[in-house]
């Protein structure tokens, strides 16, 4: 909590804008400041919730893995490591879960499974439509998973009105 203080006070000394909402997370606000831009943005966070809202020649991340030097991260790489189009990024969150933000996922269903199932039916609707296709285990764990509140957990809300702590920014 120190360290927060500080480094809020450091950014109004150096004339940085601080945006902040009660109920919501830093990804809530740099989504909702990434779509009311018409500007190239680029994060620096190691939060793959992000890279939901990554675009090619408009939207970038840098990231630092352990003992790494900052690399730079992209909506074509995110597609390659995530192994499914980005338009599918939140299905697959929404069935692994997050373990960073306490959302546990489907029971049973990991990274692995998501992926070949949004690969085949291409999306979560589609999986549910076509359960009778899929094995018993997955039907029963798909039925007894709380895709609603996931999926509410998981999304990111891009649609804040945000107030800068700079006037001359507004």
């Known amino acids: 909590y120190f360290q927060f203080n500080e480094i809020l ?48 020649g408009r939207v970038g991340r840098y990231y630092k893995r352990q003992g790494n030097p900052w690399d730079f991260y992209g909506q074509k790489q995110a597609e390659i490591d995530w192994e499914i189009p980005q338009s599918l990024f939140e299905a697959k969150k929404t069935l692994v879960g997050c373990s960073t933000d306490c959302i546990p996922g489907c029971k049973g269903i990991g990274p692995i499974t998501a992926t070949s199932l949004l690969n085949e039916f291409g999306s979560i609707e589609n999986i549910l439509l076509n359960k009778d296709k899929l094995s018993k285990s997955l039907q029963t764990k798909l039925t007894n998973f709380d895709l609603e509140l996931n999926r509410k957990l998981i999304k990111l809300v891009d649609d804040l009105t945000l107030v800068s702590s700079r006037r001359d920014f507004q």
């Open 9 to 56: 006070e450091f950014c109004e000394q150096v004339g940085l804008s601080i945006y902040k909402k009660e109920l919501y997370e830093a990804d809530d606000i740099i989504a909702s400041l990434v779509k009311q831009s018409n500007e190239l943005c680029t994060i620096v966070t190691n939060d793959k919730d992000l890279d939901q809202i990554l675009q090619t």
